[in-house]
T-cell receptor, first 112, second 111 residues
């Protein structure tokens, strides 16, 4: 059974640029959630995707967008990057009917 | 507004003793609670959960207690082992949709 993987591991961007982060769900999982974890904070829910549709969204602006593909892998896109977007971005997969989420190792984004 | 709070940023415990990690929440609609453990450079790993219909759930050395009237849950680890040293996050959700995480407690188990 393959766990949740994320790419890239680290990324450095400059303010105003756009970034795409990728996540492959654990085998058999149909739901993916994205979280932002700033330094010293807990993960903050960005949004969740189920069957390629957004299924819930946290308090993040529209420049944070996502996609889920038929194979349940997912992308997180952030436009017009700001310095405060610097954080660890975590992807978690689950079965829609289950509460337990399995996290990937995260992508560390630095915005300069 | 932080709906899940872990007021102790860090905790040190001797090996073999009990570790107690605490978590408070404000939303009375939360009905499912989880604890995650996180090592550096890794994503959080699920540890144990409890639904609001229970007040205790046990899994080996780990026990989670839920006090709904106080909106408080705690994680007990006994006996504590050096390998338990990590950051522990509690999380809560309403109907399993959006999960709210606390800020974490860094546990150090001293050999």
């Amino acid at each position: 059974e393959t766990g949740v993987t994320q790419s890239p591991t680290h990324l450095i961007k400059t303010r105003g640029q756009q970034v795409t982060l990728r996540c492959s769900s654990q085998s058999g999982h149909n739901t993916v959630s994205w979280y932002q974890q700033a330094l010293g904070q807990g993960p903050q829910f960005i949004f969740q995707y189920y069957r390629e549709e957004e299924n819930g969204r946290g308090n993040f602006p529209p420049r944070f967008s996502g996609l889920q593909f038929p194979n349940y892998s997912s992308e997180l896109n952030v436009n017009a990057l700001e310095l405060d977007d610097s954080a660890l971005y975590l992807c978690a997969s689950s079965l829609y009917s289950e509460n337990e989420q399995f996290f990937g190792p995260g992508t560390r984004l630095t915005v300069l | 507004d932080q709906q899940v709070k872990q007021n102790s940023p860090s905790l040190s415990v001797q090996e073999g003793r009990i570790s107690i990690l605490n978590c408070d929440y404000t939303n009375s609609m939360f009905d499912y609670f989880l604890w995650y453990k996180k090592y550096p450079a890794e994503g959080p790993t699920f540890l144990i959960s409890i639904s609001s219909i229970k007040d205790k759930n046990e899994d080996g050395r780990f026990t989670v207690f839920l006090n709904k009237s106080a909106k408080h849950l705690s994680l007990h680890i006994v006996p504590s082992q050096p390998g338990d040293s990590a950051v522990y996050f509690c999380a809560a959700s309403e109907a399993g949709n959006q999960f709210y995480f606390g800020t974490g407690t860094s546990l150090t188990v001293i050999p």
